[in-house]
């Protein structure tokens, strides 16, 4: 094949269809960088940052206390609040054993007084005694060293013995619980 044979087969359609692909591959490339990996709803949020899949420690002095985590995390600087959604916490013991572990389906945690709210269908399992505390909302206070409920609350020890109250209210370390309003009294579930 000699040199005109080539250079005759580069025709100027042809060239100008490779460069039309060239173009439309950059702009292509352009776009897809330029393009919000987030959600339209996500990006209307006024949240600072958006982190999914967060896991943060709470100290007290250098000594592990709890573990947050959450599906996803909306940070607001200006309050050092975070909402999170599909959250859960776990408190240790003095020696660093899981003590509670609290699951809720959203929830509000404010990162200065590590305080924090567990909302919607949440679970307190007390890894002591193997035993559940379900409400609707459980709040946690580190500097009352207390854990409550203002909502009806419904607990199931490991036997399956189960009281009901309007609320519930204890004492980190999971020894003094009280029940408000016990309604029905005990009742054994099989």
Not at 2 to 7: G, L
Not at 178 to 188: K, M, Y
Request: proline share 2%.
């Amino acid at each position: 094949m000699d040199m005109t044979t080539c250079r005759s087969s580069r025709t100027p359609a042809a060239i100008a269809l490779g460069a039309a692909l060239l173009l439309a591959a950059v702009a292509g490339c352009e776009r897809s960088i330029n393009t919000p990996l987030a959600n339209s709803a996500t990006q209307l949020m006024e949240a600072d940052n958006v982190i999914f899949g967060m896991v943060s420690f709470l100290t007290s002095r250098g000594i592990r206390e709890g573990r947050v985590a959450a599906d996803t995390a909306f940070m607001y600087a200006d309050s050092a609040k975070a909402d999170l959604r599909r959250m859960e916490i776990v408190f240790y013991d003095e020696v660093g054993r899981e003590r509670a572990t609290v699951t809720g389906t959203y929830g509000e945690w404010s990162q200065a007084s590590d305080r924090m709210i567990a909302r919607g269908d949440v679970v307190l399992y007390i890894h002591s005694d193997s035993s559940t505390i379900e409400s609707q909302e459980i709040h946690y206070d580190p500097d009352q060293d207390r854990i409550w409920s203002d909502s009806a609350t419904v607990r199931t020890l490991s036997d399956g013995s189960v009281t009901s109250g309007t609320s519930f209210q204890s004492d980190m370390s999971f020894e003094n619980i009280r029940i408000t309003d016990i309604r029905g009294g005990a009742r054994r579930v099989f």
